[in-house]
Every structure is written in structure tokens, then in C-alpha cells.
């Protein structure tokens, strides 16, 4: 198949793009510097910018299904995503995979990320919401800070448990759910096979990077201030920490079983995903 990946240099997206390329398929890979991409058979890389979301749909009208995540740092993916799905409705593509995060289902109708969901929802197209939990990779990329300097994890998350999902079953997710047709038209939330408080997960990457981290609890006004600090921008610092907070109130929690029921493989654990990135803490 003919395959378009929006944010195809992202974390997710570079999974999905090399599984599809793997599995034969034709991939159309989306960034915001197609020009940096790396050659490979099999694999176009077009215009895709977040800053500019009307460039480069026309790019749908070549491929069968597609593939939507809203980039970091954004907090209005409606007006990011919207002129995308406009083309695909329009195009009618046989498929489009959509990512957004564990618990949008929840919020308003008019928020972005809800409008979105709702909108590739009553376009008439075949298509899967996949809703992951925190990712498990943000402990060597927006946590990295922290532990690199002082061996300390700062988030405003309390006791509370969240049951962290590795980027690479997110990958897998997707690139089943978009060559395949078995699920089509249902939401999935994604998580990881157990809910861990910080206090495990600081446990879990002393014990691979042979130095002592542990969990410092700050407050929501602290935690902002630190993203700030590091370049984020205002808006979505404020998204970060309204997220924070519902994981704070356990709404981070629950485990599902989807990545199986997708996959047909168990889901990695953290100490797993600890045991394969070691380096990173070290």
C-alpha cells in the first residue's frame, strides 16, 4: 500500500515509518525538513509543517491510508490536523489511523484535540483513534534534565500510578491497525501491562544506570517554571501541567489490554524498557 506518516521524524512516526517500509509498503513520510530525511527505498518524504498546516496535503491524493499525530509543543491540533483530514475525507482514503492521548474521549467537544477525534469520526471514512498513556521515553528526552544533573525526576505527579507506554508498542499499534481493517471504526486507549508510581520508575533506572535517582514530587507552579526554563512554550507548558494533574489524580491509572488484542504481542514493561535504554541515563 501507498502510506502517508505525518510527523514521520517524531518518536512514534520513525517506528511506524521503518515497520511499514520493512513490511513492503510505499511510505510518504511528512516533516517539517523533508530535506533532512534519510534516503530509502520505498520511502518519499514530503513538506509537512505544523506552522504552515495547509502545505502539503495535496500529497494525500497519492497515497491509500494515512497516518495523524499532532506534534509537540502545539496546542491547537484542530487547526493543525483539520485541513489534513478535509483532504482525506475529500480523497476518500481507504484508512486513517489518528493519535491523540489516553482520556480526550473526556474532554469537551471543543477541545482541540477532542474536535479533532470527532471530526475523523463523522467524516464517513474507515478509520482507528489509538489514545496512548505517558510514554515511557519521556524519562530520556522532557525528564532527562533532571536526572542527568542532579539525579533527580521532577514531576508534580504524587504517589499516583501511571501505567507508562513504551513508544515502540504505540508504533506497532498503529502500523497493525493501519494495514489492517479488522477494528475499524473503534478508539483505543494504550497503555503499558502495569500502572508504576515514580518512586518505581526511579528504582527501575537506578538499577540500569548504576547511579542513585530518585523522585522529587513539585508543586504544578515549579513544574512549569522548569518547562519554561527549558524552551517550551507557554500554552503548552500550561497543557503539560493540567495533564500532570489529572495523572496526580490517578486518572493515569488503568490498564488496558489493547496493545495484545491489536499486536497480538504483551505489551514491554518498564523495567524492560529501562534494560534496552541504559545508555541513556548513564
Same mark, same amino acid.
Given at each position: 500500500?501507498?502510506?502517508?506518516?505525518?510527523?514521520?521524524? %517524531?518518536? +512514534?512516526?520513525? *517506528?511506524?515509518?521503518?515497520?511499514?517500509? =520493512?513490511? %513492503?509498503?510505499? +511510505?510518504?513520510?511528512?516533516?517539517?525538513?523533508?530535506?533532512?530525511?534519510? =534516503?530509502?527505498?520505498?520511502?518519499?518524504?514530503?513538506?509537512?509543517? =505544523?506552522?504552515?498546516?495547509?502545505?502539503?496535503?495535496?500529497?494525500?491524493?497519492?497515497?491509500?491510508?494515512?497516518?495523524?499525530?499532532?506534534?509537540?509543543?502545539?496546542?491547537d491540533q484542530y487547526a493543525i490536523l483539520s485541513p489534513w483530514l478535509n483532504r482525506a475525507?475529500?480523497?476518500?482514503?481507504?484508512?486513517?489511523?489518528?493519535?491523540?492521548?489516553? %482520556?480526550?474521549?473526556?474532554?469537551? =467537544?471543543?477541545?482541540?484535540?477532542?474536535?479533532?477525534?470527532?471530526?475523523?469520526?463523522?467524516?464517513?471514512?474507515?478509520?482507528?483513534?489509538?489514545?496512548? *498513556?505517558?510514554?515511557?521515553?519521556?524519562?530520556?528526552?522532557?525528564?532527562?534534565? %533532571?536526572?542527568?544533573?542532579?539525579?533527580?525526576?521532577?514531576?508534580?505527579?504524587?504517589?499516583?500510578?501511571?501505567?507508562?507506554?513504551?513508544?515502540?508498542?504505540?508504533?506497532?499499534?498503529?502500523?497493525?491497525?493501519?494495514?489492517?481493517?479488522?477494528? *475499524?471504526?473503534?478508539?483505543?486507549?494504550?497503555?503499558?501491562?502495569?500502572?508504576?508510581?515514580?518512586?518505581?520508575?526511579?528504582?527501575?533506572?537506578?538499577?540500569?544506570?548504576?547511579?542513585?535517582?530518585?523522585?522529587?514530587?513539585?508543586?504544578?507552579?515549579?513544574?512549569?517554571?522548569?518547562?519554561?526554563?527549558?524552551?517550551?512554550?507557554?500554552?503548552?507548558?500550561?497543557?503539560?501541567? &493540567?495533564?500532570?494533574?489529572?495523572?496526580?489524580?490517578?486518572?493515569?491509572?488503568?490498564?488496558?489490554a489493547t496493545v495484545k488484542q491489536i499486536t497480538g504481542k504483551e505489551p514491554i514493561a &518498564?523495567?524492560?524498557?529501562?534494560?534496552?535504554?541504559?545508555?541513556?541515563?548513564?
Amino acid at each position: 500500500m501507498k502510506i502517508f506518516v505525518y510527523g514521520a521524524t %517524531g518518536m +512514534v512516526g520513525q *517506528n511506524v515509518v521503518n515497520q511499514l517500509l =520493512a513490511a %513492503g509498503h510505499e +511510505v510518504f513520510a511528512g516533516s517539517r525538513k523533508p530535506e533532512s530525511g534519510k =534516503a530509502s527505498r520505498g520511502l518519499t518524504w514530503v513538506k509537512a509543517d =505544523a506552522a504552515n498546516p495547509q502545505a502539503g496535503v495535496e500529497i494525500l491524493d497519492k497515497v491509500d491510508r494515512a497516518f495523524f499525530i499532532a506534534p509537540p509543543g502545539f496546542t491547537d491540533q484542530y487547526a493543525i490536523l483539520s485541513p489534513w483530514l478535509n483532504r482525506a475525507k475529500e480523497k476518500k482514503l481507504q484508512k486513517v489511523v489518528l493519535m491523540t492521548a489516553m %482520556g480526550v474521549e473526556h474532554a469537551p =467537544a471543543e477541545a482541540p484535540f477532542r474536535k479533532v477525534e470527532l471530526m475523523l469520526e463523522g467524516s464517513g471514512l474507515n478509520y482507528n483513534i489509538v489514545r496512548p *498513556n505517558w510514554f515511557m521515553q519521556n524519562f530520556q528526552t522532557f525528564w532527562i534534565g %533532571g536526572i542527568k544533573s542532579d539525579g533527580k525526576i521532577y514531576f508534580p505527579g504524587g504517589d499516583a500510578k501511571a501505567s507508562f507506554i513504551d513508544a515502540r508498542d504505540i508504533s506497532s499499534s498503529v502500523v497493525s491497525l493501519l494495514t489492517e481493517d479488522k477494528f *475499524n471504526n473503534q478508539a483505543f486507549a494504550l497503555t503499558g501491562p502495569a500502572a508504576v508510581t515514580h518512586d518505581e520508575v526511579a528504582a527501575a533506572l537506578s538499577s540500569v544506570s548504576g547511579k542513585s535517582i530518585t523522585y522529587v514530587n513539585v508543586t504544578p507552579e515549579d513544574f512549569k517554571k522548569g518547562l519554561l526554563s527549558g524552551g517550551v512554550p507557554n500554552d503548552y507548558a500550561d497543557f503539560l501541567v &493540567f495533564i500532570a494533574g489529572n495523572l496526580r489524580e490517578g486518572h493515569a491509572s488503568p490498564v488496558t489490554a489493547t496493545v495484545k488484542q491489536i499486536t497480538g504481542k504483551e505489551p514491554i514493561a &518498564f523495567q524492560q524498557y529501562a534494560n534496552d535504554n541504559q545508555a541513556a541515563w548513564k
